[in-house]
């Protein structure tokens, strides 16, 4: 348990909003085929702004949400299986686009697919000893898609939400639980530039993420409850005010949601407007939760995703009676 308090969230996401219907113009899909698989109706595409923009935007917003001076950041952690570059990592260019550059900051990437944001907030509330911590869970899955596999590019769309962390004494605290095991078959996975035995041999494919979904399913549904009962700690669900999942498949949620015997009125969904964003999906989902006043002082929160690797992994927050920060 680390003693820490979220005092700012914000997100970004991009301005083309793609519907089902006009992915059906492009694909062989329809809107009642989605949305009865998936919950989701639309996504947003990025064109112009790559995943360090996005989660610029997104740290701008929490930290004027929070009203901190940026140079109390001391750290800055992005989750992200997008990066804009090999390198530098997207968060040397958030340091950069914050003006930070001069500030004693400790900045870098980590990819844990999906279940970054919550290995990210967990190794920044270990890591802080002083001032903020800020961390970023940003993606651009659009480039990393095959637009002609009905499979998988209905499900993710790109953004990135952040959220700031601080070390306090008024009863604020974040429990973590984190795991991960190969994926020996291959069930999402997405390879990248491939070893070249033969120098001469230039050609190269372009490389696409693929997913055996009942294989995701299967993994997913065991690994939610999994993740939340260790944080729970022998501790009773009914003690939960809200849950924040990451947003894969409403099919999922509904399945966690019975299983446990948790309401899905308890759980905040948001997949159905922006599909599945990956390592930005829960912090996009906190910080809205956060901007529509789901989230009060005293209250118990409990984050949780699983993701590519496979990792899985939850958080539960317990919310201080200090001051309100938003």
């Known amino acids: ?20 219907d006009q992915l059906s113009q492009v694909v062989d ?4 085929w989605i949305q009865s698989r998936t919950g989701i109706s639309s996504r947003y595409i990025s064109c112009q702004e790559n995943t360090s923009d996005l989660a610029l935007r997104a740290a701008q917003n ?85 637009w ?30 984190a795991r991960s095991k190969g994926d020996v078959d291959h069930a999402l996975y997405c390879p990248d530039r491939s070893l070249q035995p033969d120098l001469m041999n230039k050609t190269e494919k372009k490389s696409y993420l693929s997913m055996k979904g009942r294989d995701v399913f299967r993994f997913a549904i065991q690994a939610m409850p999994d993740a939340i009962q260790h944080v729970l700690q022998g501790q009773s669900l009914d003690a939960v005010d809200l849950m924040i999942p990451h947003q894969a498949n409403i099919r999922i ?37 956060w901007e529509q006043g789901k989230i009060k002082e005293g209250m118990q929160v409990i984050l949780v995703g699983f993701g590519a690797g496979f990792t899985w992994g939850a958080c539960k927050i317990q919310h201080g009676k200090g001051e309100d920060t938003q």
Do not use: W
Request: charged residues 15%.
């Open 253 to 289: 949620l509904e399945h966690v949601s019975k299983k446990m015997g948790f309401g899905m009125e308890k759980m905040f969904v948001n997949l159905d407007t922006l599909g599945n964003t990956s390592a930005a999906s829960v912090p996009i989902a906190l910080a809205q939760a």
């Open 62 to 146: 929490a930290i004027q949400a929070s009203g901190i001076d940026p140079r109390s950041i001391r750290l800055i952690l992005v989750a992200t299986l997008t990066p804009d570059n090999y390198t530098p990592t997207v968060a040397c260019q958030v340091q950069a686009g914050l003006g930070l550059n001069e500030q004693p900051v400790m900045a870098f990437d980590l990819n844990a697919a999906c279940s970054g944001f919550l290995f990210a907030l967990e190794c920044a509330a270990s890591l802080l000893k002083e001032g903020v911590a800020l961390i970023i869970g940003a993606e651009t899955l659009s480039k990393i898609l095959d």
């Open 1 to 20: 348990m680390e003693n820490v308090k979220i005092i700012g969230t914000g997100y970004a996401t991009p301005n083309q909003k793609i519907t089902n």
């Open 148 to 177: 002609n596999d009905r499979n998988t590019c209905v499900l993710f769309g790109d953004g990135a939400g952040a959220c700031l962390i601080e070390r306090v004494q008024d009863g604020s605290s974040m429990t973590f639980y």
């Open 29 to 32: 899909t329809s809107d009642t």
